[in-house]
């Protein structure tokens, strides 16, 4: 058995993909086992789709309190609203701490 690099069994996708042979067609031509092809297929391609995914940034937009809010500290009471925008009452809150 020959042993081939990720680059190689991605390369071989792609040809497979243009030969207009069926996957087993194309495997036994190669002399790899249908099987273990359409295996390492599977993995590669699962492997290059987790990789893709990685993280991906999120912005608060749209977030608005659902009920109304009390915030107390010593003497001062601020009565938040229902709609207040998360974002701003977190950025509050920082600047207080």
Known sequence: MI???SEQWLALFDQHKS???TQTEFAKQQGIDPSYFSLRKRQLLAWQQDDNDGFVELTPHGMMLCQPMLLKKRDIELHLPVGTDAVWLA???KAMS
């Open 3 to 5: 042993r081939r690099t």
């Open 19 to 21: 030969s207009g042979l």
């Open 91 to 93: 950025t509050l809150l």
